[in-house]
Nanobody, 125 residues
Framework: QVQLVESGGGSVQAGGSLRLSCAASGRAVNRIDMAWFRQAPGKEREFVARITWSGSTAYSEEDVKGRFTASRDTAKNSIFLQMNTLRPEDTAVYHC??????????????????WGQGTQVTVFS
């Protein structure tokens, strides 16, 4: 089992920045791929970024690439999402997800076994 706890959400004016953190713990925490997803009210959960056990990253190409940066601290079993130039449309609950490491990353939420409760990000204009 893996437990995930997100932090760092909040309210920020458009153009501002936030840094989300996700700490993983549990017996199965070794060698896990991790990812960020978000869900806005009335919308489906969508992929934001993922970072594999080896450090390989990928981002949603639609609108976050170039503004968001995912990173991880393997020693602390944590990942981070630095979000810059935030827009009102980035408003959502951001969830951290994890799965046991496999070859190649994935953007499919169904491939992730473990989920955090989420942290609210609100961007106002």
């Amino acid at each position: 089992q893996v437990q995930l706890v997100e932090s760092g959400g909040g309210s920020v004016q458009a153009g501002g920045s936030l840094r989300l953190s996700c700490a993983a713990s549990g017996r199965a925490v070794n060698r896990i791929d991790m990812a960020w997803f978000r869900q806005a009210p009335g919308k489906e959960r969508e992929f934001v970024a993922r970072i594999t056990w080896s450090g390989s990253t990928a981002y949603s190409e639609e609108d976050v690439k170039g503004r968001f940066t995912a990173s991880r601290d393997t020693a602390k079993n944590s990942i981070f999402l630095q979000m810059n130039t935030l827009r009102p449309e980035d408003t959502a609950v951001y969830h951290c997800a994890a799965r046991q490491a496999k070859v190649g990353g994935t953007r499919n939420p169904a491939e992730y076994n473990y989920w955090g409760q989420g942290t609210q990000v609100t961007v106002f204009s």
